[in-house]
């Protein structure tokens, strides 16, 4: 008996896999205010040059007068935010003059924000302005690097320990960081955090899907991903309504830090993956977990009967499984044929590549930096309802591939739509990131369909790992823009078109079950490797005929 059939035994989909799956995903929801937090909390507010300190008399005059004699105005007549004059230009106040020295330099004492719209945020607090503008992306690309570290660590450290401990020790690790965060008022502690916090991003999304995947029977697995995908929706319109009535950063970001205590309080409750305790020659702790899920469900009698097919089970799950799963999964995958694990890195380097270009610095689209992110967010749902309906019927590298190629040309005919059209062009890139948002959700469920068990979480980490490296890449990607304004979009753009193509060479999983081990995935591979030469064969041998057969020599 397979460890499918053993589940559809006990309920299928049932009360405890309702319940199970949704404790799992509540906290990946708020996962995702943490991705795209510092869109509120290193919001740049309008400002310019602070005057000097030696005009005490004119400096407390905040007037329009005082601000027009001492600060140049840009090309658009606004207040310009990096520069000021030497000196006062009083002279300036006439409108028949220009002033008689328009001599200017860099703000030394400091600058003046516009706190209207947000009291404070880490960009007031440490003047990441004008020079120091640079470190307001570090802080971002910090957390990206944590996201990397996370996935490198917590992958391989899940094929080890099981899937629980290291989702309950992120929990906590974010809980703690987050507040740590919000409570240290120099910007290096800041960065140290939220790269600690990053780390936690891999721990728990990595685990939550393999535990949701691992305890959801074949039928079940398309659906729960694609719940996985709406709760980061729901958590990015979470995210517009807290930041709206919580606008300082450092509640902001406490705010979004403290409900995962609550998380790890209750994330004992959840059981360990029974596969992976029947891969581990832990065939009774398995048979515990599974008696309590059949409890839950309604089936209490099947699972009192389940000890003989357990342990029949894990005895040929088990031998030296634990010393095969530490092969690495290239060189593994390679010796399969598949290369997924290149093939699906790739795709999520390209996929995270233009996903974080264009939801990382939603000021760039001129309007309320809540509706932006309320749009974004709302845009998620009737794209993931059709990823749905694709993933089901069409399949995955299908669904995967058509979502990336809509998205990258949706990010490079953003190019033509004039600046003017501020509507237009939000709408337009929110669409193209809704296809991302999808195809994202949908290359991790196909990630971790693609794995045997024993090495499930190495692999995914593996290629989550590429997709880091993506998020990284993503703000130098943004910084082209003040060479040419064209090359941020063709790239994020052309890197989607690319990676749609690069999935079209995976293999498809639709309604297949889950390979448990290597030796398993291994068998699978010759068997398709040996019917795919049949196959061929037999059309070189039909052909073969069909040249010399008589019809031929008659026609």
């Given at each position: 008996?397979?460890?499918?059939?053993?589940?559809?035994?006990?309920?299928?989909?049932?009360?405890?896999?309702?319940?199970?799956?949704?404790?799992?995903?509540?906290?990946?929801?708020?996962?995702?205010?943490?991705?795209?937090?510092?869109?509120?909390?290193?919001?740049?507010?309008?400002?310019?040059?602070?005057?000097?300190?030696?005009?005490?008399?004119?400096?407390?005059?905040?007037?329009?007068?005082?601000?027009?004699?001492?600060?140049?105005?840009?090309?658009?007549?606004?207040?310009?935010?990096?520069?000021?004059?030497?000196?006062?230009?009083?002279?300036?106040?006439?409108?028949?003059?220009?002033?008689?020295?328009?001599?200017?330099?860099?703000?030394?004492?400091?600058?003046?924000?516009?706190?209207?719209?947000?009291?404070?945020?880490?960009?007031?607090?440490?003047?990441?302005?004008?020079?120091?503008r640079t470190l307001r992306d570090l802080a971002q690309s910090v957390?990206?690097?944590?996201?990397?570290?996370?996935?490198?660590?917590?992958?391989?450290?899940?094929?080890?320990?099981?899937?629980?401990?290291?989702?309950?020790?992120?929990?906590?690790?974010?809980?703690?960081?987050?507040?740590?965060?919000?409570?240290?008022?120099?910007?290096?502690?800041?960065?140290?955090?939220?790269?600690?916090?990053?780390?936690?991003?891999?721990?728990?999304?990595?685990?939550?899907?393999?535990?949701?995947?691992?305890?959801?029977?074949?039928?079940?697995?398309?659906?729960?991903?694609?719940?996985?995908?709406?709760?980061?929706?729901?958590?990015?319109?979470?995210?517009?309504?807290?930041?709206?009535?919580?606008?300082?950063?450092?509640?902001?970001?406490?705010?979004?830090?403290?409900?995962?205590?609550?998380?790890?309080?209750?994330?004992?409750?959840?059981?360990?993956?029974?596969?992976?305790?029947?891969?581990?020659?832990?065939?009774?702790?398995?048979?515990?977990?599974?008696?309590?899920?059949?409890?839950?469900?309604?089936?209490?009698?099947?699972?009192?009967?389940?000890?003989?097919?357990?342990?029949?089970?894990?005895?040929?799950?088990?031998?030296?499984?634990?010393?095969?799963?530490?092969?690495?999964?290239?060189?593994?995958?390679?010796?399969?044929?598949?290369?997924?694990?290149?093939?699906?890195?790739?795709?999520?380097?390209?996929?995270?590549?233009?996903?974080?270009?264009?939801?990382?610095?939603?000021?760039?689209?001129?309007?309320?930096?809540?509706?932006?992110?309320?749009?974004?967010?709302?845009?998620?749902?009737?794209?993931?309802?059709?990823?749905?309906?694709?993933?089901?019927?069409?399949?995955?590298?299908?669904?995967?591939?058509?979502?990336?190629?809509?998205?990258?040309?949706?990010?490079?005919?953003?190019?033509?739509?004039?600046?003017?059209?501020?509507?237009?062009?939000?709408?337009?890139?929110?669409?193209?990131?809704?296809?991302?948002?999808?195809?994202?959700?949908?290359?991790?469920?196909?990630?971790?369909?693609?794995?045997?068990?024993?090495?499930?979480?190495?692999?995914?980490?593996?290629?989550s790992v590429y997709a880091r490296l993506g998020g990284l890449a993503?703000?130098?990607?943004?910084?082209?823009?003040?060479?040419?304004?064209?090359?941020?979009?063709?790239?994020?753009?052309?890197?989607?078109?690319?990676?749609?193509?690069?999935?079209?060479?995976?293999?498809?999983?639709?309604?297949?079950?889950?390979?448990?081990?290597?030796?398993?995935?291994?068998?699978?591979?010759?068997?398709?490797?040996?019917?795919k030469h049949v196959e061929e064969k037999s059309e070189e041998i039909?052909?073969?005929?069909?040249?010399?057969?008589?019809?031929?020599?008659?026609?």
């Amino acid at each position: 008996m397979a460890f499918t059939d053993l589940l559809d035994t006990l309920g299928g989909t049932g009360r405890f896999q309702l319940i199970h799956t949704a404790l799992l995903l509540l906290p990946c929801g708020l996962l995702a205010c943490h991705n795209f937090l510092q869109n509120f909390t290193a919001a740049v507010p309008p400002h310019h040059c602070r005057g000097p300190t030696n005009h005490t008399e004119a400096s407390t005059n905040d007037s329009g007068a005082w601000l027009r004699a001492t600060v140049p105005l840009d090309q658009l007549g606004a207040p310009e935010p990096c520069r000021r004059f030497t000196k006062p230009q009083w002279a300036l106040l006439s409108p028949n003059s220009s002033g008689p020295d328009t001599a200017t330099e860099r703000c030394k004492d400091g600058w003046v924000y516009n706190h209207s719209v947000f009291p404070s945020t880490i960009v007031m607090e440490w003047d990441l302005v004008c020079e120091a503008r640079t470190l307001r992306d570090l802080a971002q690309s910090v957390y990206m690097a944590g996201v990397l570290m996370g996935a490198a660590v917590f992958g391989s450290l899940a094929d080890r320990l099981g899937r629980k401990a290291p989702l309950v020790w992120s929990y906590l690790q974010l809980a703690a960081s987050g507040a740590a965060t919000a409570y240290f008022s120099s910007f290096s502690a800041y960065c140290v955090f939220r790269f600690l916090m990053g780390m936690t991003f891999s721990g728990i999304i990595l685990n939550s899907l393999s535990l949701v995947v691992e305890w959801m029977p074949t039928r079940g697995r398309t659906v729960a991903g694609i719940l996985l995908g709406y709760s980061f929706t729901l958590g990015q319109l979470i995210l517009a309504g807290i930041a709206y009535l919580i606008r300082p950063w450092r509640c902001l970001q406490f705010a979004v830090s403290a409900p995962f205590l609550i998380f790890f309080l209750y994330s004992w409750w959840l059981p360990e993956s029974s596969r992976w305790l029947l891969l581990h020659g832990k065939s009774h702790l398995a048979v515990q977990n599974l008696q309590k899920v059949a409890a839950m469900n309604g089936r209490k009698e099947e699972g009192e009967r389940l000890t003989k097919e357990v342990s029949e089970l894990g005895g040929r799950k088990g031998g030296n499984s634990l010393q095969s799963c530490w092969q690495p999964p290239v060189v593994l995958e390679f010796r399969l044929t598949c290369h997924p694990s290149v093939d699906a890195g790739n795709t999520q380097f390209s996929n995270s590549v233009a996903y974080y270009g264009l939801a990382m610095d939603l000021q760039k689209f001129g309007l309320s930096l809540y509706l932006v992110q309320a749009l974004f967010g709302i845009i998620d749902i009737p794209a993931m309802l059709v990823a749905i309906a694709t993933m089901i019927y069409m399949g995955r590298w299908a669904t995967v591939a058509s979502f990336l190629i809509l998205a990258g040309l949706m990010v490079i005919a953003n190019m033509f739509v004039p600046e003017g059209m501020q509507i237009l062009r939000t709408a337009q890139a929110a669409l193209g990131k809704g296809c991302l948002a999808s195809s994202f959700i949908c290359v991790y469920l196909f990630t971790g369909e693609l794995y045997p068990t024993e090495i499930r979480q190495m692999g995914m980490g593996f290629a989550s790992v590429y997709a880091r490296l993506g998020g990284l890449a993503a703000p130098l990607v943004t910084r082209l823009g003040e060479y040419s304004t064209i090359l941020p979009p063709v790239s994020f753009g052309a890197t989607a078109v690319l990676a749609g193509l690069a999935v079209c060479f995976l293999t498809e999983t639709r309604n297949a079950p889950l390979v448990e081990t290597i030796a398993a995935m291994e068998r699978w591979a010759k068997e398709t490797s040996s019917k795919k030469h049949v196959e061929e064969k037999s059309e070189e041998i039909s052909l073969q005929q069909l040249r010399t057969s008589p019809l031929r020599e008659t026609i």
